[in-house]
């Protein structure tokens, strides 16, 4: 059986070769297109959707002027929906159907006070800045 001698010369041959491809290959992949770039890129940082994310262009939460508790009591139907929310008042009917509890976890605490509810454990810590 012959006996296999590497010497230093072949060991360096195999080692350049292996430097070589990968300057090749660094190089063919510095060609690939700036599109296929920015969409790779796009794929790894985008932000996954969320339970408690709703598009803001889905509903529109207006806040309403100074509402006397009796005006506020009237508006508890899903045709018309205000809640208030630490003393000041919100007309929440466009939210209604985008709501993740269903509209009547809202319409539960239309017409009338409802802070502790909205800050609830429920709902995640930055609910205040969707209304």
Do not use: N
Request: glycine share 6%.
């Amino acid at each position: 059986m012959p006996v296999l001698s590497v010497t230093f010369w072949d060991v360096l041959l195999v080692v350049l070769l292996v430097v070589a491809a990968r300057r090749l290959y660094r190089r063919l992949l510095a060609r690939s297109s700036a599109a296929e770039q920015q969409k790779a890129a796009s794929y790894r940082t985008r932000k996954r959707p969320s339970l408690f994310d709703t598009p803001e262009r889905e509903y529109e939460s207006r806040e309403l002027a100074r509402v006397c508790p009796e005006e506020l009591a009237a508006h508890c139907t899903a045709e018309s929906c205000w809640i208030q929310v630490e003393q000041k008042v919100y007309d929440v009917t466009s939210y209604l159907g985008a709501h993740i509890g269903g509209q009547e976890a809202i319409l539960a605490h239309g017409g009338r006070e409802c802070t502790a509810a909205v800050f609830g454990p429920q709902h995640p810590p930055h609910v205040g800045k969707v209304l």
